[in-house]
């Protein structure tokens, strides 16, 4: 059964950095794309950044956030520089295919999720 795995969460002050993992087991996810995705408290789930022959970001952490994959290990990363107060949520790692066209940033556009990494960024 395929499985997302998230780790490298945690508590940051802001300025600082994180790098978020996500592991993927259970089928080869190279020909996958591959998103993350985030949920502050009461809000709903919104897009962070994907990556499938491209890369896509959210207006709201481009320019500060990376994402990455490396096929030969099943991970996907995302990098966290400059993080602000506003970026404290739980991330969550997700798959889906690879050509969804103008749809990548829903969450229908992802079969598979992980169980997410709380992130939290004090001021």
């Known amino acids: 059964q395929a499985q997302l795995l998230e780790s490298g969460g945690g508590s940051v002050q802001a300025g600082g950095s994180l790098r978020l993992s996500c592991a993927a087991s259970?089928?080869?996810?190279?020909?996958?794309?591959m998103g993350w995705f985030r949920q502050a408290p009461g809000k709903e789930r919104e897009f962070v950044a994907r990556?499938?022959?491209?890369?896509r970001y959210a207006d709201s952490v481009k320019g500060r956030f990376t994402i990455s994959r490396d096929n030969a290990r099943n991970t996907v990363f995302l990098q966290m520089n400059s993080l602000k107060p506003e970026d404290t949520a739980i991330y969550y790692c997700?798959?889906?295919?690879?050509?969804?066209?103008?749809?990548?940033?829903?969450?229908?556009?992802?079969?598979?999720w992980g169980q997410g990494t709380q992130v939290t960024v004090s001021s």
């Open positions: 990556i499938s022959d491209t890369t």
């Open positions: 997700a798959a889906g295919p690879m050509y969804v066209g103008s749809t990548y940033y829903t969450r229908e556009a992802y079969a598979y």
């Open positions: 259970g089928r080869t996810f190279s020909s996958f794309a």
